[in-house]
């Protein structure tokens, strides 16, 4: 099983700041599948990035995803309030699919 | 629009057994593998269980193999998971999820808003 390690766990930053959260994975994640998705309080995940660098559709531009092999990391260049929220990345190239354990993106 | 509409979340005793649905609309539904994820209250997410398209393949968690088992049924375009041997800590919401891409190894593009199942005497 691929454990995936989110850091750090909660970050604290103020709107428009720039935040990068990190995903390091136990072994190499299969072709970069590796996504992230965002959870508010109360909702459903929302895919943000696939394929370790890929925006979903109608997530903006200010979200970007870059790694490969075992580490990857997740920006947002301008934090907007609706961006605090908790974020997960999760490998999809093997068997069990896994998830982070999530970064907190809290407001300052 | 894409529709995901779990249902079957109760509260169980231990060791009891439990079947959630998961109705969905707006996609071709007979084209993706389906997912189960669920998710402790204040905890994170953990993946349950696939299940391919044709239902021919199916995956499961450790923690739930031999437990819990995925099926689907085309023709009514729904989801389920028939869960047995109920433990405390399969306390979760359960949130049924489509994959993005009808091919293999796809991330998880539409979710449910999930159905509260609880295990406590």
């Known amino acids: 099983e691929i454990v995936l390690t989110q850091s750090p766990g909660t970050l604290s930053l103020s709107p428009g700041g720039r935040a990068t959260l990190s995903c390091r994975a136990s072994?190499?994640?299969?072709?970069?599948?590796l996504a992230w998705y965002q959870q508010k309080h109360g909702q459903a995940p929302r895919l943000l990035i696939y394929?370790?660098?890929s925006r979903a559709t109608g997530i903006p531009d200010r979200f970007s995803g870059s790694g490969s092999g075992t580490d990857f990391t997740l920006t947002i260049s301008r934090l907007e309030p609706e961006d605090f929220a908790v974020y997960y990345c999760?490998?999809?190239?093997?068997?069990?699919?896994?998830f982070g354990q999530g970064t907190k993106v809290e407001i300052k | 629009e894409v529709q995901l509409v779990e249902s079957g979340g109760v509260v169980v005793q231990p060791g009891g057994s439990l079947r959630l649905s998961c109705a969905a609309s707006?996609?071709?539904?007979?084209?993706?593998?389906m997912h189960w994820v669920r998710q402790a209250p204040g905890k994170g997410l953990e993946w349950v269980s696939l299940?391919?398209?044709?239902?021919?393949?199916?995956y499961y968690a450790d923690s739930v193999k031999g437990r819990f088992t995925i099926s689907r049924d085309n023709t009514k375009n729904s989801l389920y998971l028939q869960m047995g041997s109920l433990r405390t800590e399969d306390t979760a919401f359960y949130y049924c999820?489509?994959?993005?891409?009808?091919?293999?190894?796809?991330?998880?593009?539409?979710w449910g808003q999930g159905t509260l199942v609880t295990v406590s005497s």
């Open positions: 999820a489509k994959d993005k891409f009808s091919s293999s190894w796809s991330p998880l593009d539409y």
């Open positions: 707006g996609f071709t539904f007979d084209d993706y593998t």
């Open positions: 299940i391919s398209w044709d239902g021919d393949n199916t």
């Open positions: 072994q190499s994640v299969s072709s970069s599948y």
């Open positions: 394929g370790a660098s």
């Open positions: 999760q490998q999809y190239g093997s068997s069990p699919w896994t």
